[in-house]
């Protein structure tokens, strides 16, 4: 069946938020466990939710550490905050051809719309389905089946999209087709073990994977 829906995470995978996220993260993480901690160290947070990650390093303060890290987050957002090459052109040319969009992300709402309102993506998708909206996060496939739920989408007639392994693993455990990005902060290689359908080079491949002639 052809594929007519496409489904992104966010940070990562349309937007560059990788500076954001690592600086938030060490910020906090300086402030709990002072010195413990360097950037590489931080690379394998990103991707579970912020209460998996900080729940595992001192569960009794995670609630605080998160509110610690949205802050400086929020403070910090648009002067950190980019898109991906190609990733405006390509999202313009699916909602062209009539392709329904959404975005499915471990994110809160406020702090997605801050980053698609900052990039001006915000205009191309129909749903966007966040933390806020679900009881379990990716990898669980609740939130991709929320999101084609409300797209009135099927399973089979729609591709996930994705910078870490959740992304993929949400999209396998709901049925969809797959696509990693090469330019995930933790490699190429570390995605493509998870076994995507797709890699992408750049965000424009996915015209070509979708039959979309670029204009």
């Known amino acids: 069946m052809k594929v007519n829906t496409v489904l992104f995470d966010l940070d990562g995978t349309l937007i560059n938020t990788n500076e954001l996220i690592i600086a938030s993260f060490l910020h906090t993480l300086d402030h709990y466990a002072p010195g413990r901690y360097k950037r590489e160290d931080v690379l394998a947070f990103i991707g579970p939710s912020l209460y998996e990650t900080f729940s595992s390093i001192q569960k009794d303060k995670a609630e605080e550490m998160i509110t610690m890290y949205r802050t400086f987050n929020h403070q910090m957002h648009d002067?950190?905050?980019?898109?991906?090459?190609?990733?405006?052109?390509?999202?313009?040319?699916?909602?062209?051809?009539?392709?329904?969009?959404?975005?499915?992300t471990t994110k809160l709402r406020d702090t997605v719309i801050m980053g698609l309102k900052l990039?001006?993506?915000?205009?191309?998708?129909?749903?966007?389905?966040?933390?806020?909206?679900?009881?379990?996060?990716?990898?669980?496939?609740?939130?991709?089946?929320?999101?084609?739920?409300?797209?009135?989408?099927?399973?089979?007639?729609?591709?996930m999209i994705g910078?870490?392994?959740?992304?993929?693993?949400a999209g396998k455990n709901a049925g969809t087709k797959t696509a990693g990005v090469a330019w995930t902060i933790k490699g190429e290689e570390s995605l493509a073990k998870h076994e995507p359908d797709f890699m992408l080079q750049q965000m424009s491949d996915l015209l070509h994977i979708l039959g979309v002639e670029k204009v």
Do not use: C, Q, W
Request: net charge negative; no cysteine.
């Open 79 to 104: 002067e950190l905050v980019t898109e991906y090459e190609t990733v405006y052109e390509t999202l313009e040319r699916l909602a062209e051809e009539g392709y329904k969009l959404g975005i499915v």
């Open 119 to 159: 990039t001006g993506l915000d205009a191309f998708f129909e749903t966007v389905v966040t933390l806020d909206d679900v009881e379990r996060p990716k990898p669980d496939p609740e939130p991709v089946l929320l999101a084609l739920s409300k797209l009135g989408s099927r399973p089979e007639e729609a591709i």
């Open 163 to 169: 910078d870490n392994y959740h992304d993929i693993l």
